[in-house]
């Protein structure tokens, strides 16, 4: 089992940044893909990108391309999100994942965190 906490959501306004975070415990962080996915009141769960073990790849859905960045800090087990020029549509719960592989695809993921609220006010 992996243990997943994330933290940093909050209320912000357009264009401004906040950086989730998502502490892993449990079984070795290292073993892991790592995932962020969102959710938006009334819609699917959709992703929003992933981080592969070493050799670190990163790949990010559309939307957030150019604006979010995904890195990780294996000696901290924590996965971090960093999330620049924040639209109102941004706004969703977040949830980070771990998986075997880095994939885009919420069936992927074996363990998820209990996510963490973002609210983009404009």
């Known amino acids: 089992q992996v243990q997943l906490v994330e933290s940093g959501g909050g209320l912000v306004q357009a264009g401004g940044s906040l950086r989730l975070s998502c502490a892993a415990s449990?079984?070795?962080?290292?073993?892991?893909?790592m995932g962020w996915f969102r959710q938006a009141p009334g819609k699917e769960r959709e992703f929003v990108g992933h981080?592969?073990?070493?050799?670190?790849?990163?790949y990010y859905a559309d939307s957030v391309k150019g604006r979010f960045t995904i890195s990780r800090d294996d000696a901290k087990n924590t996965l971090y999100l960093q999330m620049n020029s924040l639209k109102p549509e941004d706004t969703a719960v977040y949830s980070c994942?771990?998986?075997?592989?880095?994939?885009?695809?919420?069936?992927?993921?074996?363990?998820w965190g209990q996510g963490t609220q973002v609210t983009v006010s404009s």
């Open positions: 449990g079984r070795t962080f290292t073993n892991y893909a």
């Open positions: 994942a771990a998986g075997r592989l880095p994939k885009s695809s919420v069936d992927e993921y074996d363990f």
């Open positions: 981080i592969s073990r070493i050799p670190i790849r990163t």
